[in-house]
Structures are given as structure tokens and as C-alpha cells.
């Protein structure tokens, strides 16, 4: 069973900013990462890329590239309007000694600049070192966070800055043995816990979740429990917040979606520091997801009657049989009959079809594009039928299914 180590970066302030008038632009705190001597035997090692979208037009970040099968990447694929912040994840998981240089090639909605290399090296070496897990590893983050390499305990935390009033409170299913005792399938860094998987399931804005598990210190000394900060939107409670050798406890992790600016499903994960000077890669990771939905049934009818409304010319294309030659270019127009600016939140994209550009908001009246690249090249014989999905703030069509078919 493979272990994987979280390596994380800490921003920094000079960023490589490229600004063009009336383009996208995007600017990063950091494009090049040495990840200095690393354990083959430790598996899989994270950078992130911080940026920001800092031009006049809004960001797509269209493609993400990496040189070498060995480095996987992620990002969250949605329109970055101008000001709004994100990160690429780069998992490089080394396959024999030696020292390393990978590229990672990035593709934007720029005509200008259209694309920018992000840089990871850095030097493998064999330890003979082992670890043992009895559990599968959480599942890679879709919008991964990032922490302090090394995290400082404040010498009198008390778990203030928990808020009370929450809603929708939960608390995870708890297996029991036949002896009345609380049973523990999973185990990382001296701790067993009842989940590794905080699930809040679909959530209306502007409403809190709060799920509570348990967990056991299993360390064989006490434990301070602390969480490195993640995002505003995102609440923990440790009961009791020091746990003596053996001694088991709870967590309690609160989801505001009102404060969360990501729409529909999204996963992240996060670190349990448990001790002064821990560090991401030797604590415990949990990951937790959620669906954000907006529930339209509560708008008053002045509401309704103001609301964005998206009107599409057509929601399927069929280009029928085509040339594997030839990349095919794809557009879809719409409208906002409403009154009120109708906002492109979230584009869910396909497999085998890249977004070159949207139109994030359109006013009243106003007419949007969605244009989408199909390239063919690579793909086998057959038929193909794609769907992209669209989120908006239509309480009509909150979700637009557009569907592409073609031949080869």
C-alpha cells in the first residue's frame, strides 16, 4: 500500500505578474518548485501553485500539461473573474533514483500569452525506509488547501473561534463491537479514527452542517488536538481538546456554506496537528466534500419576475462524421432574458473537449458564448456523445446540459 507525503508550499509576496489590457492575465506567487532530497520509498510528493486572475477579462485556465507521466495535476475548472484566487496541484510520484526536472505547461484564454511553464525538480534518493498503513489513503482533493510547512501550536489554545448556532447538526454512524466498544477501521500517525471522510452531501446555500466522529489516541502519549487554518468557511471543535494516552474524543467539522464561494461538488483535504511543531506530512489527513446548491423555491414572485434567465440557440451540436485531422471548433450563444446579471458559476467539462472561453456574466438583454475545441487526433474509432454541464444563477435552469455528438 503506497503512503503519501504531503509536501506544501508557503506563499510568498513577489509574484510574476503579466497584464495585457483587455485580456486575461494571471499572476502566480511562486511557477518554479525544488522539492530538494526526497525518500523514493515515500511515494507521492504535492506542490501547489498559487495564483490569481489579474486582468480586465476573466480567467479559464484551459489546459494543464505536464512533460512526464510521472507528475499528475488538478485543478478546479471554473471562470476565475477578476480578483479570484486558485491553485494548481502538481502530485509527482518518483519512479527510480536520481535528480529530476519536470515542466508543467499552462494554457489560458490569453491570445496574447496564451501559455505559462511551471517548473518542479529536485533529487531522489533510496532510504530503505518502510511505512505500514491500515487504511487507503484519503482520495485526491479536487480543490486541495494550502498550510504552513510547520505549524506552531499556540501555548494556550483553548478551541475558541468555534461559534455556536449551528444548523443541520450530524453525527456519523458509529460501529460497535459486540462488547458495547467503538470500533476504529482507520489508523494514520498513531491515531485511530471511526472516518477519514467527512461527507456533507448536498447543502442549501446560506445553511451550516456540522458532522461529529470520533477519534482515539493511540500515539502512547498526550496529545494536544489543533487544526492548521484552512478557509473561512470551515469550522473544527476538538471535545476534549488534549487527549491522554488511549483516551478517545470527538471532532466536530462545520461547513458555512453562506461564506463558501464554490459552488456545486467540491473535496478538499486538511491536517490534524496533534503536537508543537508538527508538520502536514506527519499528521493526520482527513478530506471532506460537499454539493452547494441554491434553493430557488424560497424567491418571492417580485424575485422570480427579476431573475437572469439563460436562453440558448441550441443545446446540442452534431457534427456528424469528421476528420480525426481536423480539430473541430464548437460555439454555443445564449442570451439573458431576465433583469438581473446572469452568472456562469461553474462549467463541469467533458473528457475529450477543452474550453477555450465563456462569457462569465451578461447583463440584461446582452448575449454570452460558450466556445468549446474539440481535437480529434488521439481518439479511436466510434461514436461519441459528450455532455458539458453549466451552473447558474437561472432559478429556471440551474443546471444547462449541452451535449456534442460526432464520428470517427
Known amino acids: 500500500m503506497r503512503f503519501i507525503k504531503f509536501v506544501f508550499i508557503i506563499n510568498i509576496f513577489i509574484s510574476n505578474i503579466y497584464i495585457v489590457d483587455a485580456q486575461s492575465a494571471i499572476s502566480f506567487t511562486k511557477q518554479n518548485f525544488d522539492f530538494g532530497k526526497i525518500a523514493l520509498e515515500d511515494s507521492i510528493f504535492i506542490a501547489e501553485f498559487h495564483f490569481k486572475s489579474v486582468g480586465h477579462d476573466f480567467l479559464l485556465i484551459q489546459d494543464v500539461i505536464p512533460d512526464n507521466d510521472d507528475v499528475k495535476v488538478s485543478w478546479e475548472k471554473r471562470i476565475y473573474q477578476k480578483g479570484k484566487e486558485g491553485v494548481i496541484t502538481a502530485r509527482f510520484e518518483p519512479k527510480h533514483e536520481g535528480v529530476f526536472q519536470r515542466k508543467i505547461t499552462l494554457h489560458i484564454n490569453n491570445t496574447n500569452r496564451a501559455?505559462?511553464?511551471?517548473?518542479?525538480?529536485?533529487e531522489v534518493i533510496k532510504t530503505g525506509k518502510q511505512h505500514i498503513a491500515k487504511e487507503e489513503n484519503a482520495a485526491p482533493s479536487i480543490h486541495k488547501v494550502s498550510y504552513p510547512t510547520t505549524f506552531k501550536m499556540p501555548s494556550a489554545y483553548n478551541g475558541k473561534g468555534f461559534q455556536s448556532g449551528i444548523t443541520n447538526f450530524n453525527t456519523y454512524d458509529i460501529r460497535v463491537n459486540s462488547q458495547g466498544q467503538t470500533i476504529f477501521p482507520i489508523f494514520d500517525h498513531g491515531f485511530e479514527m471511526t472516518t477519514r471522510m467527512i461527507d456533507f452531501k448536498r447543502i442549501k446555500k446560506g445553511d451550516k452542517r456540522t458532522i461529529t466522529f470520533k477519534i482515539k489516541n493511540s500515539t502512547g502519549e498526550k496529545r494536544d488536538i489543533y487544526f492548521a487554518p484552512l478557509f473561512e468557511y470551515i469550522e473544527y471543535k476538538a471535545i476534549p481538546k488534549t487527549l491522554q494516552a488511549g483516551e478517545e474524543g470527538e471532532i466536530s467539522v462545520t461547513f458555512d456554506s453562506g461564506k463558501c464561494p464554490i459552488w456545486g461538488q467540491y473535496q478538499a483535504d486538511f491536517s490534524l496537528i496533534t503536537q508543537e511543531g508538527s508538520t502536514a506530512k506527519n499528521s493526520p489527513v482527513l478530506s471532506f466534500k460537499v454539493d452547494t446548491y441554491e434553493d430557488y423555491n424560497s424567491l418571492s414572485d417580485d424575485d422570480k419576475l427579476s431573475a437572469p434567465h439563460a436562453k440558448f440557440e441550441t443545446t446540442s451540436i452534431d457534427f456528424g462524421k469528421i476528420d480525426k485531422s481536423t480539430t473541430q471548433k464548437i460555439k454555443f450563444n445564449f442570451s439573458n432574458a431576465?433583469?438581473?446579471?446572469?452568472?456562469?458559476?461553474?462549467?463541469?467539462?467533458?473528457?475529450?473537449?477543452?474550453?477555450v472561453h465563456c462569457d462569465g456574466k451578461v447583463e440584461q438583454g446582452k448575449n454570452g458564448t460558450l466556445e468549446l475545441e474539440l481535437n480529434p487526433a488521439k481518439?479511436?474509432?466510434?461514436?461519441?456523445?459528450?455532455?458539458?454541464?453549466?451552473?447558474?444563477?437561472?432559478?429556471?435552469?440551474?443546471?444547462t446540459e449541452l451535449k456534442i455528438n460526432w464520428i470517427i
Do not use: C
Not at 501559455?115 to 529536485?122: M, Q, Y
Not at 481518439?379 to 443546471?399: M, R, V, W
Open 115 to 122: 501559455s505559462f511553464v511551471l517548473k518542479i525538480k529536485g
Open 338 to 355: 431576465g433583469k438581473n446579471p446572469l452568472e456562469i458559476r461553474k462549467i463541469i467539462p467533458s473528457r475529450n473537449i477543452n474550453i
Open 379 to 399: 481518439l479511436n474509432a466510434g461514436k461519441y456523445h459528450e455532455t458539458i454541464i453549466l451552473q447558474t444563477n437561472d432559478p429556471q435552469h440551474p443546471k
